[in-house]
């Protein structure tokens, strides 16, 4: 199992970033893909995530409505749309990995995932 995350960079408060993460050496249907995010100093965060087989996603409160996860499952790649990013959003952004065990993906999510991607830094200036 790989995953690389790309599409980090900096943009003012207000402004959109898309990441991506590609998938490689699984199925991707049999996986439950999130999306983490560290700031510094802070504790790690689960942000995101999305099950190809449920069509589910998840959002946590303080992103619901702004970002917007979805995959291709053609391209095996998982998209985060953020908008109105917030200063408070800068951190490295981790995509992540677990098998779908048939419950929501925020189960996953909330207990940690088992394969990771390096991380993608996105910083919003004020």
């Known amino acids: 199992v790989q995953l690389q995350a790309s599409g980090g960079g900096l943009v003012q408060a207000g402004g959109s970033l898309r990441l991506s993460c590609a998938a490689s050496g699984f199925t991707f249907d049999d996986y439950v893909i999130g999306w983490y995010r560290q700031a510094p100093g802070k504790e790690r965060e689960g942000v995101s995530c999305i099950s190809s087989s449920e069509s589910s996603t998840y959002y946590t409160d303080s992103v619901n409505g702004r970002f917007t996860i979805s995959s291709d499952n053609a391209k095996n790649t998982v998209y985060l749309q953020m908008n109105s990013l917030k200063p408070e959003d800068t951190a490295v952004y981790y995509c992540?990995?677990?098998?779908?065990?048939?419950?929501?993906?925020?189960?996953?999510?909330?207990?940690?995932?088992?394969?990771w991607g390096k991380g993608t830094l996105v910083t919003v200036s004020s």
């Open positions: 992540a990995a677990d098998p779908f065990l048939g419950y929501g993906c925020y189960v996953a999510l909330a207990g940690g995932m088992n394969y």
